[in-house]
């Protein structure tokens, strides 16, 4: 199936010049300058043996045949050693502008609407982009010896297509038609590979895949514990088993295209070879044309050849380079540049206005027609059962998501109309799913490699309860995390790190706190002081508290009982006990786990 390509060829080439020019401008000189060396020395390699044999022909002194030799000698150490130079320094400004491309690529991934981040077809295309930008033999830095090698071959074509049109124009012909029809039939049957490239790309994922897991300290145990070595052992040999069918395959068809190539071949040159012997025996040309006619015609040929196959190299990488573009120009589902500014004050309201969502490409909404206020400094704790909405409702709080519904307000104003990235810029939060960098601990909690307020970060540990475990760590608040980049980094327990990005929401402090299950990983002990503490970290803020302990949520100043997408209770702990409800019913069921001497089975839940 032929791919579609958004972006033409042209288009393609115009892009990568533009970013040449304003990241490498060197890279195009040194193209131009690389073909015509390389012309140059084409043209040199030709001339020399029938200038040689002239001289030899006629006889001419030593003397002079040794200075045509050294002269020609000369001119190609000359243009080689140029050459080299040339195509050693044009390396370090094609790698620049690729990384510029690849800098481009990983700030979209980072800036992007953050539905983008979940959308299959979306990543799909973004490991398309970053893999024609994965390394030197990609189209982000192969284009330019692309296109140096296509204008070779152009130049050369003209060249020696000049230096033949004195021939028969007959034998020109046949040597484009069996170059053409080499070409396209190598071609077919290269095409097979391309075609195939997912196929083969899918085995060698599936192969890394297993070996990455073998290899996996976070695995280690399991693999141990359950005696996986052998199966992951015989899923690696499956799986490259199928991989070497695959290479058997195309190695056949690549056979019969080098095959059906040497046949053209010897066809194009014995007839070549014919009709200048002819014209030698006919004495029209002297052994020195014959030569320089000969080597002309086989050169010609690869000329073709070379631009027939450049066009080809050309047209895929520039498949792969609107896959690049197509991921750079992805539309934005959220305005990040201009938009209204946000209220100048230090007390936000966020209000859902009969707001409906539902995840994209599903059916079931998730949240169902609520209606919320979170007035300013104001405690919310979310409660409910899994399933039942909450961390869907932190993400379109935070703006993470559009609703499909209603409207998300902040102080009375649809978030849809502010940047987007100025209205993140309200919220410090501690999620579900936090990311620790091999970073130290102060820039992991002031999120910066250089300013970075001691005293302050300091203080957001000591209320996230983790002074003494940093300060017993090797370098204290200098210590490295994870094993990833640093020999000495250190790999702290989950609920330490969890603590950790408590203090880095702290640092952050935005004015209203998001925690997303903030205490999943604590000891009982841990998590007490952390509620203790819980007042003196909201403290002039509004905050949203996500929990499935309803203990926890007592310090709130309101509680919210999710089910099926919507606010089934709301009250204070102690009003929705009272009510008796879902919340009353599933409190007094963990409840029981705390009981000191209770046994807990199903009949104590009737």
């Known amino acids: 199936m032929k791919e579609k390509q958004t972006y033409s060829v042209w288009q393609n080439i115009c892009y990568m010049v533009t970013n040449a020019w304003k990241h490498a401008p060197s890279v195009l000189w040194l193209c131009l300058i690389f073909a015509a060396l390389s012309l140059g020395i084409n043209v040199a390699q030709l001339y020399l043996p029938p200038v040689v044999l002239s001289k030899v022909e006629t006889l001419a002194p030593l003397s ?57 077809d979306v990543q799909k295309l973004k490991e398309k982009a970053m ?54 039939l190598s071609s077919h049957m290269n095409q097979w590979g391309y075609l195939h490239r997912e196929e083969e790309a899918k085995y060698q994922r599936q192969l890394l895949y297993v070996q990455e897991k073998a290899e996996s300290i976070a695995l280690a145990k399991d693999i141990r514990i359950f005696g996986l070595a052998p199966w992951l052992n015989s899923l690696y040999q499956k799986t490259l088993n199928l991989y070497e069918a695959f290479v058997i395959r195309r190695e056949r068809r690549y056979v ?14 014995g007839i070549a070879y014919l009709y200048l012997i002819r014209l030698a025996l006919d004495g ?39 896959s ?53 400094g104001e405690n919310i704790a979310i409660v409910g059962l899994n399933g039942a909405g909450k961390t869907t409702l932190v993400k379109l709080l935070c703006g993470f ?17 502010f940047n987007r990235n100025d209205y993140y810029a309200l919220f410090s939060a501690v999620f579900q799913d936090f990311s620790e960098l091999d970073i130290t601990v102060a820039q992991t909690v002031a999120q910066s490699v250089s300013r970075i307020d001691m005293d302050r970060v300091k203080e957001c540990i000591r209320k996230a309860g983790m002074t003494e475990s940093v ?24 609920g330490q790190t969890q603590r950790l990005m408590l203090a880095r929401a702290l640092y952050k402090d935005g004015a209203i706190l998001v925690l997303d299950e903030p205490t999943a990983a604590l000891d009982p002990i841990a998590e007490h002081d952390i509620y203790m503490k819980y007042n003196e970290m909201t403290a002039g803020k509004s905050s949203v508290f996500i929990s499935h302990r309803l203990a926890s949520t007592r310090f709130c100043d309101r509680i919210l009982f999710l089910k099926d997408g919507a606010i089934a209770e709301e009250g204070t702990h102690e009003e929705l006990l009272v009510r008796g409800g879902g919340y009353a019913s599933l409190f007094h069921i963990q409840a029981r786990y705390y009981q000191e001497g209770r046994d807990f089975d199903e009949g104590s839940l009737e």
């Open 64 to 120: 002079e045949l040794l200075i045509t030799i050294g002269i020609f000698a000369g001119i190609l150490v000359l243009l080689n050693g140029l050459l080299g130079y040339v195509d050693q320094n044009t390396l370090y400004g094609r790698i620049e502008v690729r990384s510029a491309i690849i800098g481009d690529i990983r700030e979209k991934a980072c800036t992007t609407s953050y539905p983008n981040i979940t959308d299959p």
């Open 131 to 184: 893999d024609a930008c994965s390394s030197n033999s990609k189209p982000a830095e192969h284009i330019w010896e692309t296109l140096t090698l296509l204008l070779l071959n152009l130049s050369g074509f003209v060249l020696y297509l000049t230096l033949l049109s004195g021939l028969n124009l007959f034998l020109i012909a046949v040597v484009l038609a069996t170059s053409c029809i080499g070409f396209f």
């Open 256 to 269: 019969w295209a080098c095959a059906a190539d040497a046949v053209l071949g010897f066809l194009r040159n």
């Open 284 to 322: 029209g040309l002297s052994a020195s044309e014959f030569l320089l006619y000969f080597s002309a015609f086989t050169g010609f040929s690869a000329w073709v050849t070379g631009i027939l196959q450049g066009i080809t190299d050309l047209h895929r990488e520039s498949l792969d380079l609107s």
């Open 324 to 376: 690049v573009r197509e991921y750079l120009n992805l539309p934005e589902l959220f305005r990040f540049e201009g938009g209204r500014k946000l209220p100048e004050t230090d007390a936000y309201e966020l209000k859902l206005e009969h707001v409906s969502f539902r995840y994209p490409n599903t059916e079931n909404y998730i949240i169902r027609d609520m209606n919320l206020t979170i007035h300013p």
């Open 401 to 417: 998501y559009d609703p499909d519904e209603g409207r998300v307000l902040l102080n009375g104003t649809d978030i849809r109309e």
């Open 471 to 494: 300060e017993a760590l090797p370098n204290g608040y200098d210590t490295h995390l994870g094993k990833n980049v640093y020999l000495d980094g250190v790999q702290l327990s989950g």
